[in-house]
């Protein structure tokens, strides 16, 4: 009887261990409002840049995210910034991040769908303290480095 | 400095009514041109035979006193020594039977029965407060103490126009004194809109006036009650083609109507123990009035303003001044108070052309540097920019002006001390549906409000003081003078600040955000729709001469310094409201002239005023307009009165009277920048008065040289219009006085 007291208490207290090391591990997907840098390939041997783009992350319930990049410009000479929304991007959680891909993406912009900055080969990964992007915005590469919004 | 004189305005003794003089002023001891004051008075025959029908009338008559003919019956914009205000509350102040009226959109109605006009010039803030720096109107009824008697008059003139007027001056032998009066007239205008075919300033007026009065043994009371209504049209604004110098005839789609129903009660308590005077004046005014116009004034459909109005006003002035002439010291104290209450709506409604010109083309112009091919459309033909207003003042004020008689030396001082408090609530709302044809299917709801609160609050301090002279002949004065005209708020431009909010709110909908300041105004902010008040010092010196009954003259000088100038602005652009704007820093040095001779049969009268007036100091932001004269204010008024009595044996007339009137004004700048200028204009007029026993026959004539000169003009959504004055007016007159 006290052995296997002992045996169920040491098989409890290791359970108890390695589950609550699991879920730490476990990255949980939620929402959150990034700011960071923007590098735009201009595709004439320059870079647009700018350094403090806001972006929004939705968590959807069907393992989608919402991606909002907020009063972003993709140019200098564009005389006016968009809220521009990549809608339903696929995520998978790999460790402490989520990872996320997708390539042919129309966008949601001014009111509606914006094919002309449809997303192609997008990737990047999100966790809680960082989110990096990577994708070509109607032919035009783009990468997304940013941090949580608190953070900063 | 310019020179100045002044003088009032006589007419031939032989056509005064024997009225007596016998109203005690509550707060002055003696007859203006014994006072170091720059002032006109006009008695009844004289506004009879010059036909003095409204208080725009007076201008010209009155030196430097400019009151353009304009809008409708609500507009009374005023100028005086070169200082006036196009919008809200005029430089002004208005007095009728002591009491004081402070809502600007009563001031313009048609005189009837009034026994004496006072034209205050200078700032007479000291004794009456706010609005006042320009000058005071004091009107004088006739009063059934003073007068008995059956009076009725019936006209017709040019443009269909009658009048008619009677009125029942009794009294009892207990020393209760009545009086009942009417008023009607209509018209049928004399500007023709093309786009109806018709008369745009057609209309009719009419009041009623009932007067109880009773004095026994220094104690006396004065109620006067009157009812007014008008119902007009007006407006007659011309766009002129500025590139082609063209002034197109009156062309607009919309109505422009203006309707106006008043009541005024005053009741006015005096009791004099012989070396004091004791008087108590308290004033109601209720005010409901509606404007509709086609604002842009064209005729395509742009938008339509209408504006409501709903104000009652209380006030109560309790006054206490010595009443011997005699005495050394002679003072006059006061405690006034005031409060009233207006709610106002002023719905614009935005139709097809406006959307398209004023809304979407300058929305799309930025959309299309980015999206050449994309377009915001709104589905509504039209929709309401819904505004509504209300704006409780209260007032309240302790003043003391006391005089000390040195021989001939007279030295006045006086203080006020004035507080006026104001808020304006503010919700404008409007609901559109609209789309951008690049991204969206289908139209979507977009509602814009505006709403909150804001407070205007001074403390001021008014004084005044003078040092007078006596002559012989007369008198001299010196005087300096402070000024104070209340701030306000713009409720006219919030038609403009919900339409640059709709589109912000449509942009951020969108998820669209303009780099430049492209789409913002100065006036985004809520506080910028308060402006601030305006205060002048006026120096003056000046005199009353008189040489036996036949001559006489009054002059003054004068220059006066304006602080914060209050000026009517129309944003650059395609802006469809104005703000009233502090100009900083202006000046004014003028001078009038008039005088008066009779010899026998014949008399002359003339005035003549002169007003340098400029900004020292003044940038709207884009332009530097320092040096600049001050719009609206014409430099020059002149007006010569010829008058020649012929007087009958009495079978076919006991008299007749000839009276011929040139008045001049000008030049006048109509903008800013000082480039669009009406020059000296003349108006001739002229009367001939047959009297024969109780009955008084005239014809008469105005602008009998069919002169055409510009009233008004204005600058708005890139357009410039003008107001012409009205053309060649001749009629025919019968009164009885029984």
Redesign the interface.
């Known amino acids: 009887m006290k052995q296997t007291f002992l045996l169920i208490l040491t098989f409890a207290v290791l359970l108890f261990g390695c589950t609550k090391s699991e879920i730490n591990e476990e990255f949980i997907p939620q929402n959150g409002n990034y700011t960071g840098t923007l590098v735009v390939d201009q595709n004439d041997g320059t870079e647009y840049t700018d350094d403090s783009v806001s972006v929004e992350v939705i968590i959807n319930t069907d393992n989608t995210v919402d991606i909002t990049m907020k ?1 972003v410009k993709f140019s200098s000479k ?7 929304t990549i809608k339903n991007v696929p995520y998978s959680v790999n460790g402490k991040e989520m990872v996320i891909s997708g390539t042919d993406l129309i966008p949601w ?6 094919p002309r900055y449809i997303i192609t080969d997008l990737t990047g990964s999100i966790s809680d303290q960082t989110i990096i992007l990577k994708m070509s915005c109607g032919g035009y590469p783009i990468d997304y480095n940013g941090i949580t919004l608190s953070d900063k | 400095m310019a020179l100045l004189l002044i003088l009032s305005f006589h007419a031939p003794d032989s056509l005064k009514y024997e009225i007596q003089e016998a109203v005690i002023s509550a707060k002055n001891t003696n007859q203006l041109s014994t006072q170091p004051i720059s002032s006109t008075t006009i008695r009844i025959k004289s506004l009879e035979i010059q036909r003095i029908e409204s208080v725009k009338d007076f201008s010209a008559i009155v030196p430097n006193y400019y009151q353009p003919d304009y809008g409708s019956s609500m507009t009374s914009s005023i100028y005086v020594r070169g200082f006036g205000s196009r919008i809200d509350q005029p430089v002004v102040g208005l007095s009728i039977d002591e009491v004081p009226y402070l809502n600007k959109n009563s001031y313009d109605f048609d005189f009837f029965d009034i026994r004496k006009v006072e034209v205050l010039r200078g700032p007479q803030s000291t004794l009456y407060g706010r609005n006042t720096l320009g000058g005071l109107i004091n009107i004088q009824t006739l009063s059934p103490l003073h007068y008995s008697g059956t009076r009725a008059y019936v006209g017709y003139g040019t443009g269909n126009t009658f009048d008619a007027k009677v009125s029942y001056y009794g009294k009892t032998d207990g020393g209760l004194g009545y009086s009942a009066g009417a008023f009607f007239s209509m018209t049928d205008g004399f500007f023709k809109n093309e786009y109806t075919g018709e008369n745009c300033d057609s209309g009719l007026e009419s009041s009623v006036r009932i007067k109880i009065e009773w004095e026994n043994k220094g104690f006396s009371i004065r109620n006067s009650s009157s009812v007014g209504f008008v119902n007009q049209g007006g407006y007659a604004y011309r766009f002129y083609d500025s590139i082609r110098d063209s002034l197109y005839n009156v062309d607009y789609n919309d109505p422009g109507r203006y309707r106006r129903f008043t009541v005024n009660n005053g009741t006015v308590i005096k009791y004099n123990t012989g070396n004091l005077l004791f008087s108590s004046i308290t004033g109601y005014q209720y005010l409901n009035d509606r404007m509709v116009i086609d604002n842009d004034f064209l005729p395509t459909p742009v938008f339509l303003l209408s504006q409501s109005q709903n104000e009652h006003t209380i006030s109560q002035d309790i006054v206490v001044r010595s009443n011997d002439d005699s005495r050394m010291w002679q003072h006059v104290s006061g405690l006034f108070g005031f409060a009233k209450w207006l709610v106002m709506d002023a719905p614009l409604t935005m139709k097809r052309e406006g959307i398209e010109n004023l809304i979407l083309k300058n929305a799309n112009n ?1 959309i299309h ?2 999206f050449p091919e994309a377009d915001i459309l709104i589905q509504d033909e039209s929709f309401v920019i819904g505004s509504r207003f209300y704006i409780p003042t209260y007032g309240a004020a302790l003043y003391h002006q006391s005089t000390f008689n040195m021989g001939k030396f007279h030295l006045t001082a006086g203080l006020r001390l004035d507080y006026e408090n104001s808020t304006m609530d503010y919700d404008s709302c409007l609901s559109l549906s609209y ?2 044809n ?4 289908d139209y ?1 709801k977009l509602s814009t409000r505006f709403f909150g609160s804001q407070n205007l609050s001074y403390l001021e301090l008014l004084p005044k003081a003078s040092l007078q002279y006596d002559l012989h002949i007369g008198n001299i004065y010196f005087s300096a003078s402070k000024g104070y005209k209340a701030g306000g708020f713009n409720t006219q431009i919030f038609s403009d600040i919900m339409r640059n909010k709709m589109m912000s709110d449509m942009m951020s ?8 300041n492209a789409s913002q105004t100065a006036y985004d902010d809520a506080a910028a729709t308060t402006y601030l008040p305006e205060y002048t010092w006026n120096y003056e010196l000046g005199g009353h001469l008189k040489w036996d009954n036949s001559l006489t003259l009054d002059f003054a000088l004068f220059a006066i310094d304006c602080r914060n100038q209050q000026l009517t602005v129309f944003p650059k652009g395609k802006t469809m409201g104005r703000i009233m704007s502090n100009a900083g820093h202006s000046k004014s040095l003028g001078a009038e002239a008039a005088f008066f001779y009779k010899y026998r049969h014949f008399s002359i009268s003339a005035q003549y005023g002169y007003a340098d007036a400029r900004f020292i100091d003044y940038s709207d932001g884009a332009d530097d307009y320092s040096g600049n004269h001050i719009p609206y204010a014409p430099q020059n008024t002149v007006s010569v009165t010829l008058a020649y009595e012929l007087t009958g044996n009495g079978n076919v007339f006991d008299s007749i009277l000839f009276m011929c009137k040139a008045d001049g004004i000008g030049r006048i700048y109509w903008n800013e920048a000082n480039t669009i200028i009406e020059s000296f204009y003349p108006l001739l007029s002229a009367n001939v008065i047959l009297n024969k026993g109780p009955f008084c026959f005239s014809l008469w004539g105005k602008n009998l040289t069919s002169t055409q000169y510009n009233t008004f003009y204005f600058y708005s959504m890139d357009h410039s219009f003008f107001s012409s004055g009205r053309p060649v007016q001749i009629g025919l007159s019968l009164s009885i006085n029984i």
């Open positions: 009063a564009m005389p006016v910034t968009l809220d521009m912009a001014m009111g509606g769908e914006f | 930025g540097t980015v789309r951008f690049m991204t969206m299917d979507k909908d969108l998820g669209v955000y303009f780099d430049d």
